[in-house]
């Protein structure tokens, strides 16, 4: 059964343009989740126009031991195994810095045709 998700970067936007810290995008988010919302959506600009980067934490370790095997789980084994970046490869092959909530998850399949399907 799919949930709601609330997306909760439009809080940010008022609290931006009126200055300080009301309204609260952790009180929104706490109301959202006390009314049984699915999950909450954020989306960190660079502009820092909404949600900002210091409003959220990525759960690295969530990720990878949690996400990442139900993933697998789900895909059996059409998806042979999965790399995680922090960081994007750059010309000369080293890893250029990304924001702080983005992680790539590349999958790797056991056969190429089987990403085609």
Do not use: C, W
């Not at 998700?5 to 940010?12: F, G, P």
């Not at 009180?27 to 126009?49: F, K, M, N, Q, S």
């Not at 990720?63 to 750059?90: C, D, T």
């Amino acid at each position: 059964m799919t949930r709601l998700s609330v997306n909760v970067n439009k809080i940010a936007t008022v609290r931006n343009s009126r200055g300080g810290s009301v309204p609260s995008v952790l009180e929104a988010a706490a109301v959202v989740a006390a009314a049984g919302a699915g999950g909450l959506t954020v989306h960190p600009r660079t502009d820092r126009r909404h949600i900002t980067f210091e409003d959220v934490h990525f759960d690295f370790d969530y990720y990878v031991n949690k996400h990442m095997p139900l993933i697998m789980k789900l895909y059996g084994k059409s998806i042979a195994r999965f790399e995680l970046r922090r960081g994007q490869p750059g010309a000369d092959g080293k890893l250029l810095p990304m924001p702080p909530l983005v992680v790539r998850a590349n999958p790797r399949f056991p056969r190429a045709n089987v990403a085609q399907n």
